[in-house]
């Protein structure tokens, strides 16, 4: 679901719902059936108030922006009620930012027909 107009407003809507609650979203990227985000937290709890305030609000006006998609999908959330997380060290960040940036690329390598 996360391809064509759809994914370019996942993304900047991460981004924008980041800024607008004080969320230190260092990169984000959107894939075909997934987002990548490195998000700066002081620890797990904080990680746990920040994907549901981003999951929540992305989801709310991902419906508004596209309103068919409910219907279209079947789906009343638009994200899993899960999400994973590794803790990231401060010398990896840089290798962690280049790899969710170029991922886009790399997949072009995996497509099938």
Not at 71 to 79: E, K, Q, R, S, T
Not at 88 to 104: N, S, W
Request: net charge neutral; proline share 1%.
């Amino acid at each position: 679901m996360l391809q064509g107009d759809i994914g370019h407003a996942a993304k900047e809507l991460m981004i924008q719902v980041a800024a607008e609650k004080g969320v230190n979203l260092i990169e984000c990227e959107s894939m075909v059936d997934h987002v990548h985000l490195l998000v700066e937290v002081a620890d797990r709890s904080e990680l746990s108030r920040v994907m549901n305030l981003l999951k929540g609000a992305t989801s709310r006006r991902l419906f508004e922006q596209f309103p068919d998609l409910r219907l279209d999908a079947g789906i009343h959330n638009f994200w899993q009620h899960r999400y994973a997380a590794e803790q990231v060290d401060a010398g990896a960040k840089g290798v962690v930012r280049r790899y969710i940036r170029t991922q886009e690329r790399r997949l072009e390598k995996y497509e099938r027909v």
